[in-house]
């Protein structure tokens, strides 16, 4: 992906992989930049993304702006750094958001398959090569690592040492015509000592891209999704023990075609959201049925192509989440019709840099007339810039509308802004940097509170051979609102991954 720079001679001028690191450096310690991931397109054929799926374009939770921050050198695939569809319908916070990397929230970043961006730093390296399966091949990696963390909230402090172990894996197609991808992640945590509630995560994705012409494609895509409510999340259950799971079912279709300058595309998502039930410190449990939904959204894009590098494009919107039971707990419907409408651009200059960037206005409309529409206007961008082979570095921005659970409050508009950079630092040694800084805003007038959350991490990986790697990582995550205490988490760990 990135493009190769020829050596010069000492001079007093900064070289390129200084001035990558300066800049990003810069941005990491300063989200403002041009900052934020706001998607990291997967491409669905449609000319848009999956990113679109209503109710989980957000960056909701702790443990989702952690993600955002995070997607670096342990191996993203080709797709992780192209540009595609803005996000029309937030929802949800966190789920299944493609420009969201759980890992964040983690020490040791679980390690993706070898067919990715740590290939792509070195195009002669001597990856693992995988298995082959008729006419699939199957790229499977397992990773254990040894992890302490350190939380602190007010006056009170908790740590806790555990393994997690992670199994990751894709299978993919070797057809000369359309393409089957599957996907699959899950992690599992065992504490050793100390106390403080595990995060288990599973993620399984299908996507199959038709090839219907040369100039038309289509889509169908199906996945599931599980994570653990986050402890820091305004709609968390204090006192709980153990948070609710969230389960998160998706299914979705769609189709693009290019007319001459003009490309079009049109699709439809489908969520299923269940969540478990909340286990009390004092040991009786609290049910979240009354958060169960389904969400739907359709979304229409249109772009004209002023030159292969610059394509202005619009995007509409629009969607509806029905939950099970019409009332919730405190006796609020919370229904509601969204409706998008964004305006922006693509800027395509090759490997060195590409992104794209669109200005937006979104509005939840609720169908308890007490609920009052949360709505707003939304800014969103991705920036991929390889100054030199083995560096890439990510700015982003992201806006999303975040319903809440708490009685009397509608929800919250959410800006978040990141970057994240990768450097070679040997053709097999690779380190990490990653920023992000999430403002959540609630109306005046709400009950809950307006909350600001930053992360940070930095990480190596360390090809020991084709097929094994060592990991170590950092990371600090600090969530604070208006009033009450803010809270401080600390986290370190170091792993091995085997791939074959």
């Given amino acids: 992906m990135t493009p190769i720079f020829p050596r010069t001679k000492r001079t007093c001028v900064l070289r390129p992989a200084?001035?990558?690191?300066l800049v990003a450096g810069c941005a990491l310690f300063s989200p403002w930049t041009v900052a934020a991931q706001a998607l990291v397109p997967v491409p669905d054929g449609t000319g848009t993304t999956a990113s679109d799926d209503p109710a989980t374009t957000t960056p909701g939770t702790t443990n989702a702006n952690a993600a955002a921050i995070a997607a670096t050198a342990t191996g993203e695939d080709d797709a992780a750094l192209t540009t595609g569809s803005i996000s029309t319908d937030a929802g949800e916070p966190l789920l299944n958001d493609p420009s969201i990397d759980e890992d964040m929230a983690r020490t040791n970043l679980r390690e993706n398959t070898v067919d990715g961006l740590r290939s792509q730093l070195d195009l002669e390296r001597d990856d693992a090569p995988g298995i082959r399966l008729g006419s699939f091949i199957l790229k499977p990696a397992l990773g254990q690592t040894f992890n302490y963390e350190s939380t602190k909230t007010g006056s009170s402090k908790e740590t806790r040492s555990y393994l997690e172990t992670g199994l990751k894996g894709?299978?993919?197609?070797d057809w000369s015509r359309h393409q089957l991808s599957v996907t699959g992640e899950g992690t599992w945590q065992r504490n050793v000592s100390g106390s403080g509630e595990t995060e288990p995560t599973a993620d399984i994705e299908a996507a199959l891209r038709l090839d219907i012409g040369n100039d038309t494609t289509g889509t169908l895509k199906a996945g599931y999704h599980f994570e653990r409510e986050d402890a820091t999340d305004p709609n968390a259950i204090s006192d709980a023990s153990t948070q609710s799971g969230v389960n998160q079912y998706t299914l979705g279709a769609g189709i693009a075609h290019d007319f001459g300058i003009l490309r079009g595309s049109a699709k439809v998502d489908f969520d299923r959201y269940v969540y478990g039930d909340v286990d009390l410190s004092d040991g009786s449990t609290l049910s979240q049925q009354d958060r169960n939904r389904n969400a739907g959204a359709v979304t229409l894009r249109a772009g004209y192509e002023l030159s292969p590098a610059l394509v202005p494009f619009i995007e509409a919107s629009a969607g509806k989440s029905v939950y099970d039971l019409r009332t919730d707990t405190s006796g609020?419907?919370?229904?509601?019709?969204?409706?998008?409408?964004?305006?922006?651009?693509?800027v395509d200059l090759g490997e060195k840099l590409n992104g794209e960037i669109a200005l937006g206005y979104e509005t939840y409309r609720f169908d308890d007339n007490r609920l009052d529409n949360l709505s707003g206007f939304t800014i969103d961008g991705l920036l991929n810039w390889s100054p030199q082979r083995g560096t890439n570095i990510t700015y982003g921005i992201s806006t999303g509308i975040e319903p809440s659970t708490t009685a009397g409050d509608s929800g919250a508009l959410?800006?978040?802004?990141?970057?994240n950079a990768t450097h070679e630092l040997r053709s097999n040694l690779v380190a990490r940097l990653s920023n992000s800084l999430t403002f959540r805003n609630y109306p005046s007038g709400s009950v809950s509170e307006d909350q600001r959350v930053w992360l940070a991490g930095a990480g190596l990986t360390w090809d020991l051979n084709r097929y094994l790697a060592l990991t170590g990582d950092v990371g600090y995550e600090r969530t604070t609102q208006d009033t009450g205490p803010s809270t401080n988490i600390a986290r370190v760990g170091v792993g091995l991954t085997l791939r074959r």
């Fill in 18 to 21: 200084a001035a990558a690191w």
């Fill in 170 to 173: 894709t299978l993919t197609s």
């Fill in 414 to 419: 959410a800006y978040t802004l990141s970057s």
């Fill in 332 to 346: 609020f419907a919370r229904s509601y019709d969204s409706y998008g409408g964004r305006a922006g651009v693509e």
